[in-house]
């Protein structure tokens, strides 16, 4: 005959499993899904498991400062994206495009024609667009989109990468 101090202990045991297997993944969905948008930090565990790899992988090319990176999980018929905004030092704009034409293509990304240098119409009164790019993923599922700026005001340039899934 099995002690009744041994079953209360096997009993213990099986009620903290069987309550790790629920709260665990009840955890998990709302750290995943719990907030919309989220603006993940580098390095932290929201840029490495909520942000997309194409975004999270991209060469961020002679920051002036820490890109600020920008996720959103979508919902309905919108489409979850990533992105990644900062000011480059570089100046040379063939320098950029081909960079992040490059990176695309390696990512197996192919540019859609009808996209490509801007026609230098202003963005608002402290951004000139000089460069404008989409791409799109075989199978249509996923598109990233990338447009290079011109801030007037400091002769800086501004990158912005986003991708949807």
Do not use: C
């Not at 297997?21 to 929201?46: H, K, T």
């Not at 859609?112 to 402290?126: E, K, L, N, T, V």
């Amino acid at each position: 005959m099995i002690p009744p101090t041994e079953i209360v202990t096997t009993l213990k045991k099986t009620a903290l499993v069987l309550a790790t297997l629920v709260i665990v993944p009840i955890g998990a969905l709302y750290y995943f899904f719990g907030e919309e948008d989220y603006y993940p930090e580098p390095g932290s565990i929201d840029f490495y498991l909520k942000l997309s790899p194409v975004i999270r992988n991209l060469p961020v090319i002679a920051p002036q400062q820490t890109p600020a990176y920008y996720g959103s999980i979508g919902d309905g018929a919108k489409a979850s994206q990533s992105s990644v905004s900062y000011i480059t030092r570089e100046k040379n704009e063939q320098i950029l495009v081909s960079t992040l034409n490059n990176y695309l293509h390696q990512n197996r990304f192919t540019l859609d024609p009808s996209s490509g240098r801007a026609d230098q119409a202003f963005y608002s009164s402290d951004k000139k667009v000089l460069h404008e790019a989409a791409f799109t993923k075989a199978g249509g599922n996923e598109s990233v989109v990338f447009q290079i700026y011109s801030l007037p005001k400091t002769g800086a340039q501004e990158i912005n990468v986003t991708h949807f899934e």
